[in-house]
Every structure is written in C-alpha cells, then in structure tokens.
C-alpha cells in the first residue's frame, strides 16, 4: 500500500522539531520568549502530489522556559489519491540541554488529527504509515505520539549529529507503529550549511534525504531545500521540498 511521506512535524530555533529541512528532531528549542514559524512545500516527483506545511512554535519562558509549544498542519494536494490534510499539536521538553561538545536529550508528546481523503491515504508526523489490509478507513481520527530525541556536538558544534526513537498511535485502526531517525548537521561555509538523514517508521523500508540551510540573516531568517528518495512499492519515491524558517 503506498503511503504519503509527511515531513516530521518538527522544527527548531536553535531549534524546534528537527529544525528545517531536517525531520528527525534536535535537543534544542526556541528561547525563552522566543517565536518561529517554519513553513515549506514539498513535491512528490514521481507521483502528483504536493504537501503544504505551516508550523508556529513558541516558547513561553519563566518557569515554562524548557517548553516549546507548536501548533500547525498540513494540507496534501493528490491526483492519484483524495486530497487530506492534518493539524498538529506537540510540547517538546528539554531533559538535558544541548552544550558545545556534549549531549543533550529532550522529549517531544502530541496529537495529530488527521483527515484523510480516502482509505490508502494515510498522513503522519513521522513519515510514511503502512495501515493493515482490510483495516483503512477514511473517518477523523486523533493520533498521540511520543519522541525521545538525542543530540552530540562535537569539534566545538561543528558537527552535531541527532538519534530519535518513538512511537505513534493509530486510534482509526488500533494498531502502534514505531518511529526512528539519525541525522547529521555538517560544517558549513558562507552560511551554507550541509544536512543528511535516514529515518522510517515501522513496517516501511527507510527513507533518505540531503539537503542545504542558508542564513539569508544569522539566526533569524532561514532559507533551505532538501532532495530526498525512498524504496516502495509499486515505484520508488522521489521529492523535494523548498521551505523557510523564520525567528524572532
């Protein structure tokens, strides 16, 4: 059964939910006070299907200053299957906060409502979402999810690598999936800076993706883009998406 791939509901400031372009998530949050807003278009190539996403986070600071709270959705644009859409909303928790060459370790709950169009068209926050056979259904349905997120920095944040393991609640069709990723931030030059992940959820073989982050203002507007693939069946996926990140 082919299944949409939906972009981590995550992002970050030093971020929120596997900062853009990344899915698998950071041990890093918005500041105190602070606010972003992530939104980015994604297109499925080899399939006619567009996603639009638009996710606000905010951190409230005083005694909630380890909290970030976001609040967004999705709207998915399908030839082949019926148009569906999602709306989010996750707190992620920092359990250890993130130094320059260390480890840091937060947690991220939340509840998806899903809407989809048709049966087969299944959206996550994960990724791509295999439904048992005979067991689809169409009808509104709320999804919690939990994600435990680990972060390393090394060479003097260099190079920061991130390891994700969770899970997600199926209430239309009472089942659980597991979800998991690894990602890489890379050295960068002239504010250019190199991503890789894979990350999958269960039952689907991984799914892969490179891109690039470009600070077009240091730390407060973000522009990037990512090329990303996966194996499936009946014909490997291919997309890429084109995505913003702003902060204040």
């Known amino acids: 059964m082919r299944a949409a791939l939906a972009a981590a509901l995550a992002l970050a400031a030093a971020p929120a939910w596997g900062a853009r372009p990344f899915n698998t998530d950071d ?45 967004g959705g999705n709207v998915v644009h399908s030839d082949q299957y019926s148009n569906s859409n999602s709306i989010t909303g996750q707190v992620k ?57 680990g972060s390393l920095s090394v ?11 969770g899970m997600i609640r199926e209430n239309g069709e009472s089942y659980t999936q597991r979800t998991w990723g690894f990602g890489a931030e890379l050295f960068g030059l002239l ?19 490179v891109g690039v982050r470009f600070w077009a203002i240091p730390n407060r507007w973000q522009i990037d883009g990512t090329y990303g693939w996966q ?8 997309w890429i998406s084109l995505g913003v990140r702003l902060l204040w």
Do not use: C
Request: no cysteine.
């Open 155 to 165: 060479a003097d944040g260099q190079f920061v690598f991130h390891a994700n393991g």
């Open 93 to 149: 928790t920092l359990l250890l906060p993130l130094p320059e060459n260390g480890f840091g370790v937060a947690l991220t709950v939340g509840v998806t409502r899903l809407n989809p169009g048709a049966a087969e068209d299944i959206q996550t926050p994960f990724g791509p979402a295999d439904v048992p056979d005979g067991q689809s259904s169409s009808s509104v349905r709320y999804n919690p999810f939990f994600n435990l997120i």
């Open 27 to 71: 041990a890093r949050i918005v500041e105190p006070g602070g606010y972003q807003i992530e939104s980015y278009v994604k297109d499925q190539r080899r399939e006619s299907e567009t996603e639009f996403w638009f996710l606000p986070a905010h951190n409230f600071g005083g005694a909630l200053d380890r909290m970030e709270w976001t609040l």
């Open 191 to 209: 504010r250019i800076y190199p991503i890789a992940e894979i990350y999958g959820i269960t039952g689907e073989k991984p799914a892969k993706q």
């Open 231 to 238: 194996s499936a069946d009946p014909g490997n996926l291919r």
